[in-house]
């Protein structure tokens, strides 16, 4: 078994790792550090059988931690992990991986230093659309691709807390926007040519100073868009998928009902989707177009967990591998890059 120490125990640590890792397996839920005494508390509650740590140090002090899980704010990232590597533990960190590129070089050069596992948790590689959204591609059902839209449209305001602001990491593209971004990457990602992004700061600037709206453009060199969408001011929430090919259109409503479950205190079982939130219209023999219905594919959080497990005790193959992640973050650089020049920035 590796045990696992997990640093943080807020919406993250609690929701999204604890309960994963605790069912993994390969794994063992070993140690929880937070600052607080309250979630030390709570995770005591969760898990009474955990050690728990009021500091991240004594945590890494501690010889039985085999592998670190960071489920801490976004700046934290890069220097927690590259100490908890040089301490010779392997290292899981939530998304996003850091903070822009050379964060992630070094981060990458810091396993190989300590030949030490390195892995973001981009856990919605698993959610249930994505999933679908990827069959139907490969059916190749809707003929030659045009664009793909994917939207996180909320009507939520501006986060509070280290969300709210620049030097913790905050805003929409660095939150949901990492999922967003590796997503497309795996749909296409070799073949990125082009990044465009405009981002509005349309916050008061006592309460945020990160981007209020993100509109990002991925240009992929087989000819498809990719368009993203991120913010908080829509009573009306965009479609989360809208894909528009030669042959059929697909778009899917909602969000993945896995964080949903979680949150209820739902873990690792198949949580289903209504299929009401799928549409599907093709053109059939007879060129007319007709809507078909699809069956949605079942989410699945805990395949993150379990092949991290798997690929440290019997060297399976890691899934998502610290390469991927490196690229993701030279895309989110080049949406900063793009957005601050107002232009198109080029990436190969
Ligand atoms: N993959 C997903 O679907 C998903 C969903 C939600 C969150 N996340 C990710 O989870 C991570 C944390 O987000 P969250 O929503 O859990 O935030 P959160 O609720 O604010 O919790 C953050 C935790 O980190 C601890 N912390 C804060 N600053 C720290 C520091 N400087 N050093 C050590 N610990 C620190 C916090 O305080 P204490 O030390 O007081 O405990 C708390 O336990 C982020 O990377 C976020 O993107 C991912």
Not at 79 to 101: Q, W
Not at 243 to 267: C, H, N
Request: proline fraction near 4%; hydrophobic fraction near 40%; aromatic fraction near 10%.
């Amino acid at each position: 078994m590796i045990r696992v120490g997990l640093v943080g125990y807020g919406l993250g640590g609690k929701v999204f790792h604890a309960p994963l890792i605790d069912m993994a397996p390969d794994l063992e839920l070993y140690a929880i550090c937070s600052r607080s005494l309250e979630k030390r508390q709570a995770a005591k509650a969760d898990f009474p059988s955990v050690q728990t740590y009021g500091t991240s140090d004594a945590l890494l002090d501690d010889g039985n931690v085999d592998l670190v899980v960071l489920a801490t704010p976004h700046d934290t990232h890069a220097p927690m992990g590259i100490r908890a590597m040089d301490a010779g533990k392997h290292l899981v960190t939530d998304k996003i991986m850091c903070l822009n590129e050379a964060e992630a070089r070094a981060m990458i050069e810091a396993s190989k230093r300590n030949q030490v596992l390195l892995s973001v948790y981009q856990n919605r590689r698993w959610d249930g659309d994505f999933l679908t959204l990827q069959r139907l591609l490969e059916s190749g059902v809707l003929g030659d691709i045009y664009t793909i839209e994917s939207n996180i449209t909320t009507f939520s305001g501006p986060h509070s807390g280290w969300r709210a602001w620049k030097k913790y990491g905050g805003g929409r593209v660095l939150d949901w926007g990492a999922h967003l971004v590796d997503q497309a990457l795996r749909l296409y990602g070799p073949t990125l040519e082009t990044v465009f992004a405009d981002l509005q700061y349309r916050y008061p600037k006592d309460k945020a100073d990160v981007e209020a709206l993100a509109l990002i453009h991925l240009k992929f060199a087989n000819g498809v868009r990719f368009f993203m969408e991120l913010g908080s001011a829509w009573m009306y929430a965009k479609p989360r998928y809208h894909v528009r090919g030669s042959l059929g259109s697909f778009r899917k409503y909602g969000i993945d009902p896995q964080e949903a479950a979680m949150k209820a205190g739902v873990f690792g079982v198949p949580v289903p989707e209504d299929p009401a939130r799928y549409h599907l219209r093709v053109r059939d023999d007879r060129g007319q177009t007709v809507a078909q219905t699809v069956s949605p594919a079942f989410g699945r959080y805990r395949t993150y967990y379990d092949n991290v497990g798997a690929a440290l005790v019997r060297g399976e193959e890691l899934l998502v591998k610290p390469e991927e992640c490196l690229e993701a973050m030279r895309v989110i650089d080049a949406i900063r890059l793009s957005a601050e020049r107002e232009e198109v920035v080029v990436l190969r």
